[in-house]
């Protein structure tokens, strides 16, 4: 992956670079284009785990970037403003049947900031997530 990545980072330690290698080492990537989202990534203050951002851009999964999660104090005003109704399916649940859910995704430029908190009920951000 040396060619894919000529730039070094000490968050390039840890990395699975062997398992990288056997999934990706055949394609052939643009260097350039990857190290341009590296960048980008390495400043995004939504990516708290700065060494998957490696493998993220070369598998899409965000769960290698540990993003970052609303915390309770978040969570718990948008229940109190929704009255606890999930947008979705318009029902009523204790704050223990929802999830915090960020309306606008961070793929799509969302942060994770009180505007951009609802909270859905378990099953609907299940769906929303695609589990
Ligand atoms: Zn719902």
């Not at 290698?64 to 649940?93: D, M």
């Amino acid at each position: 992956m040396k060619a894919t990545f000529p730039k070094y980072r000490s968050d390039m330690k840890g990395v699975a670079w062997g398992d990288l290698y056997n999934r990706f080492g055949r394609d052939p990537q643009d260097a350039a284009a990857l190290e341009a989202r590296v960048v980008a990534l390495m400043s995004d203050d939504e990516v708290e785990r700065k060494k998957g951002i490696y493998t993220y851009v070369l598998t899409g999964e965000e769960k290698w970037l540990n993003l970052r999660q609303f915390r309770n104090s978040e969570k718990r005003s948008a229940f109190e403003r929704q009255k606890g109704v999930c947008p979705v399916c318009t029902e009523t649940f204790p704050f223990e049947g929802m999830e915090a859910d960020h309306k606008k995704p961070w793929r799509a430029g969302g942060k994770t900031t009180p505007d951009n908190c609802q909270m859905l009920c378990i099953k609907d951000n299940r769906l929303k997530s695609g589990f």
